[in-house]
């Protein structure tokens, strides 16, 4: 608005309505003496009709009676402050629906182990939360992995390879509390937070899944055996009658 148009208009004319309450109220303790300033944030209608956010300091003028003779307040549009927060927090929300909906399991992790996890990690870990939480990875594998390397040295360089940044990719062995293992692919990736970065596991069980390429890998080392060994000849044909 201009400063014409700003003159012998309410105050009550340009904020949201829900904060005229608010308003009214931090103006009275000013009037009443019962403070000499108050500082709080409100709402504004924008001419165009948008909201506009402001952290206000008002303060009270008085005569040498004491008594009030006007307001005088200094403000601050910090709209672009509390757009950023509604943003951040719809994106929590979100990330939190994406995390408790997950068919993979989710698990958050500092240096010291988890710190969360979603409830498909539980499923895959066969651990409650409460049994997953302050546990490192390698307390939850074998001593070795399938290559033979020992499971803490390995996690160690994964972790802070992750910590530095480089997303890390790979498949590895863990354990249920009955002494099984299982096979899991596995993302890890660096969040970054407040206090500093986290890192996010991305675990997917794939035990059926090798054991089904085990299962063909050998079926084909035995029919190749058998083709070999064969005293008749065998070969393959496509449709059209084509060797391969």
């Not at 309450?21 to 009709?49: A, C, M, P």
């Not at 020992?150 to 790979?170: D, N, V």
């Not at 085990?214 to 084909?220: F, I, Q, R, T, Y």
Request: charged share 30%; proline share 3%; aromatic share 8%.
């Amino acid at each position: 608005y201009s400063q014409e148009e700003l003159k012998n208009r309410r105050w009550q004319d340009f904020t949201h309505p829900e904060d005229i309450e608010l308003n009214q109220k931090n103006i009275e303790l000013l009037i009443s003496g019962q403070k000499d300033s108050v500082r709080f944030i409100k709402r504004f209608i924008h001419k165009n009709g948008s909201i506009v956010w402001a952290d206000l300091n008002s303060m009270v003028r008085r005569d040498n009676t004491g008594k009030a003779l006007y307001l005088m307040t200094n403000l601050h549009d910090i709209s672009d402050i509390k757009n950023a927060e509604a943003t951040l927090l719809l994106s929590k929300e979100k990330f939190k629906s994406l995390f408790h909906s997950a068919s993979d399991g989710i698990l958050l992790m500092d240096r010291e182990g988890f710190t969360d996890c979603n409830p498909a990690a539980e499923k895959i870990y066969q651990r409650t939360r409460k049994q997953l939480i302050g546990h490192s990875p390698v307390e939850l594998s074998p001593e070795r992995q399938s290559d033979g390397r020992s499971s803490s040295e390995s996690a160690r360089e994964k972790i802070e390879a992750a910590y530095l940044g480089i997303p890390q990719a790979f498949e590895w062995q863990h354990s249920r509390p009955d002494g099984s293992i299982f096979t899991a692919e596995v993302g890890l990736s660096r969040v970054a937070i407040a206090e500093g970065y986290i890192l996010q596991a991305i675990v997917r069980d794939i035990t059926e899944r090798k054991q089904s390429e085990k299962a063909l890998k050998e079926s084909e080392q035995r029919f190749q055996t058998l083709a070999n060994m064969s005293p008749v000849g065998i070969f393959h044909t496509d449709y059209e009658g084509s060797t391969n």
